[in-house]
């Protein structure tokens, strides 16, 4: 008896979290795919009745892991990620990656370039990778992300690690507003999108925006790189008055330096150009 009580012991230790709803991806269908649309070279795996997982690379931002659940958390919470050998593997070892955030929305984490690497080189050499968070209905949850296909698709992947980036952090989610000619103010047309930043903030208290302010060329720099400020100053301003805490938004004034290019490849007068770039970036990112 006292064997059967340590067999079945041993075997819960293995399941993980006692009767832990479990999600992994089928070995028929477990591959990774790779997508580039030019601006984005993205990794994705689906996890049947969960969701998804993707490594991303955009121009001017850097590698980031997010998991987007079709079950959206209703409040934020906390995570634990570890690496394990699949049954097969007998030469590889598990090793815990830690603590991550969870938030309440559409995405449920993102990892920056540094975590986000732990785990790519994890399915790199062979690895499951296990997410266990409690599921929106309370539930103990496991995700397991599968290694299967993972090394057939570095070689278009890998050319995407090595862009430069502008961003030094994860982006959760980015928004973006744009300004008159020459004005700071706010245009009544940028409400809505404002309205949905202000629901994701108090959604997710431990969260952070950062507040990315742009000019198009005409004008000295010094004077652009001031009105660019200030448009950030002005997003930031409007969501204070409705309760956001200031210290949780950084402005950064990138005056001309960071123009947009014409929303297709049809022609597009200079002053179209130059209007995409009077703008401010929301990007939605962790502490």
Not at 121 to 143: I, K, M
Not at 239 to 266: C, H, K, N, T, Y
Request: with cysteine; net charge negative; proline share 7%.
């Amino acid at each position: 008896m006292k064997r059967f009580l340590l067999i079945g012991m041993l075997l819960g230790l293995a399941a993980g979290p006692l009767g832990a709803v479990e999600y992994a991806a089928q070995l028929s269908e477990g591959g990774w795919s790779f997508r580039h649309d030019g601006e984005v070279c993205e990794l994705r795996q689906s996890i049947p009745r969960y969701g998804e997982v993707r490594f991303s690379a955009e121009r001017d931002r850097d590698l980031q892991l997010e998991v987007r659940p079709v079950h959206p958390l209703a409040a934020p919470g906390k995570g634990r990620m570890a690496m394990h050998p699949p049954v097969w593997r007998h030469d590889l070892s598990r090793r815990d990656l830690g603590v991550v955030p969870l938030l309440a929305g559409e995405v449920l984490t993102v990892l920056g370039r540094e975590r986000a690497l732990e785990v790519f080189y994890a399915l790199e050499t062979g690895h499951e990778v296990r997410l266990e968070h409690v599921g929106s209905a309370g539930e103990p949850v496991r995700v397991t992300l599968s290694p299967a296909g993972f090394r057939q698709v570095l070689a278009d992947f890998r050319p995407c690690l090595d862009r430069p980036a502008r961003l030094d952090f994860p982006v959760i989610r980015h928004w973006r507003v744009q300004f008159d000619f020459d004005e700071d103010r706010l245009r009544e047309t940028a409400r809505p999108t404002l309205e949905r930043v202000l629901q994701r903030l108090r959604e997710n208290p431990r969260t952070r925006l950062v507040l990315g302010g742009h000019a198009d060329p005409q004008g000295e720099r010094d004077y652009n790189r001031e009105l660019s400020r200030g448009r950030a100053q002005s997003v930031r301003d409007w969501l204070a008055q409705r309760g956001i805490d200031p210290g949780r938004m950084e402005v950064r004034a990138f005056g001309e330096s960071w123009p947009l290019e014409a929303d297709s490849e049809e022609e597009a007068s200079e002053e179209e150009v130059w209007a995409r770039s009077r703008r401010v970036d929301l990007w939605w990112t962790l502490p």
